[in-house]
């Protein structure tokens, strides 16, 4: 095959079925291919380069091109390409990555269950749940709580966890025993109340639903800490330590799905360090490799894995590729450099703060409703009149005009809705958040333009 757009284009169009794409506009307008990476850019088969302000799809936090990543596949490659964990055996690098985990993770998870994705995580986070309350004889506790723009992956179980419509109505989803409450979403829907206040009526809304369904029906609660997929949704501070409280005064398991906060968005570890959760369980996947090969799981507290331990019967659950031998090599040289190079400590002293404070000054623009952050995540509210937090009518426009002029830019940048966010690699330096702050101007300034907005 010719290496050439024209030729790729035309045969991606006839023979690839794309994940989340409109293929029609796909194939009229033709898909961008990229077809190179180094650092905290990307090339496309036009050699055009753009700066990744979105890691790949949340994930490449350590960056592209690690050498020493791609040496310790090679190297598991040659010495065992595949052994499985199933019936009583295991192999050195699911073993090691295993204990590497328990070190860097909170302190009362010391197991992790592991799989090749976080919508798998998040299967198995309910296979585990189900599991528990069993062994505990409350076969009804079996309900579990999630929220409105929720995002857990794509299998059916985790996409009935999610809150996304199209794929709920598409999939005749949910399955039976989830339940959803409103997330805390303050800009949008806090209306005249303060964020504190806010946070304390959306996590109470949480105990108002295990009343209703009754506590010795609702087995879990699953959040991620900051919502990813859904706009980058920062609750207040007081809603965590809330959540926690009903969660305990119910007995409800927590479930916090760090498969984007995890491994050092945040500028810690976790969101459950960062916001001082105490999950029992805890699905984790893209930062865990940083994408470099497919591998996810679930942390599991000593809670939960004793009793499933203990409990004679083996737990009849698992993936031909849980724990596959390069991918927990890969992950096992990406946490090391992670702790190594000490690059989550760099963004939560340094390049966090440093980020953080250009991309608020993006509110003063006057398309920007909102900017918020945390660490190496963040989102931007485009609305019609920020005096009164005004949004667009036909909500979208403004988000894909504003994405588009970034990618003619230079610059991933991705939309929600109207919503504008971003999760770069964590070791973008300064210079280079720059120059992302430098595109967006522009890119915000052209929307603003083509939406007959002025200051
Ligand atoms: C991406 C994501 C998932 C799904 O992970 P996949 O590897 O795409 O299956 C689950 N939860 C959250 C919070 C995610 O962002």
């Not at 302190?107 to 090749?116: K, M």
């Not at 390049?351 to 900017?371: D, F």
């Not at 660490?375 to 949004?391: H, M, P, Y």
Request: hydrophobic share 40%; charged share 20%; proline share 4%.
């Amino acid at each position: 095959m010719e290496n050439n757009t024209a030729n790729w284009q035309s045969f991606d169009s006839q023979h690839h079925l794309h994940p989340f794409t409109d293929t029609n506009a796909l194939a009229s307008e033709g898909c961008r291919i990229i077809t190179r990476a180094d650092g905290v850019y990307v090339w496309d088969s036009e050699d055009k380069k753009l700066l990744d302000a979105m890691a790949g799809l949340w994930c490449v936090n350590i960056g592209y091109g690690r050498k020493e990543l791609a040496d310790a596949a090679y190297k598991q490659l040659l010495e065992l390409p595949y052994y499985n964990n199933f019936f009583k055996t295991s192999h050195p690098s699911a073993i090691e990555l295993s204990k590497l985990l328990q070190e860097v993770t909170p302190v009362h998870l010391n197991r992790v269950f592991f799989t090749n994705s976080g919508s798998e995580a998040n299967d198995t986070v309910i296979r585990l749940i189900n599991r528990y309350w069993d062994l505990q004889g409350q076969p009804e506790k079996m309900t579990i709580i999630s929220r409105s723009d929720a995002y857990h992956g794509s299998t059916i179980g985790a996409a009935s966890l999610g809150a996304m419509k199209d794929m709920h109505t598409q999939g005749h989803l949910p399955i039976p025993g989830i339940e959803h409450i409103a997330t805390p979403y303050w800009y949008r829907d806090g209306g005249d109340l303060s964020p504190e206040d806010f946070g304390l009526q959306a996590a109470r809304a949480l105990e108002e639903k295990i009343l209703a369904l009754g506590a010795d029906k609702v087995a879990a609660f699953i959040a991620e800490p900051i919502q990813g997929a859904g706009g980058v949704i920062i609750p207040p501070d007081t809603y965590w330590p809330e959540i926690q409280r009903i969660c305990k005064e119910h007995d409800v398991l927590i479930v916090a799905d760090e498969v984007i906060c995890g491994f050092g968005r945040l500028g810690s570890w976790f969101g459950s360090d960062h916001f001082q959760i105490e999950a029992d369980l805890m699905p984790i996947a893209k930062g865990l490799s940083s994408g470099y090969l497919p591998i996810g799981g679930v942390m599991v507290s000593d809670r939960v894995a004793e009793l499933i331990i203990t409990e004679g019967e083996e737990f009849a659950h698992g993936f031909t590729y849980s724990g596959h031998p390069a991918s927990c090599a890969v992950a096992l040289a990406n946490i090391n450099i992670l702790r190594d190079e000490k690059i989550i400590e760099n963004v939560k002293d340094n390049t966090g703060p440093y980020l953080q404070s250009k991309w608020r000054e993006l509110a003063e623009h006057p398309l920007v409703g909102e900017a918020r952050g945390v660490g190496f995540i963040g989102a931007l509210e485009l609305v019609k009149d920020k005096s009164n937090r005004e949004f667009f009518e036909s909500a979208g426009d403004a988000g894909q005009l504003c994405r588009d002029h970034c990618f003619d830019n230079g610059l991933i940048m991705r939309a929600v809705g109207d919503t504008m966010i971003i999760s770069p690699p964590l070791i973008m330096n300064k210079e280079q958040i720059d120059e992302l702050i430098s595109i967006a101007i522009k890119c915000l300034d052209l929307t603003a333009h083509d939406l007959g907005i002025v200051s």
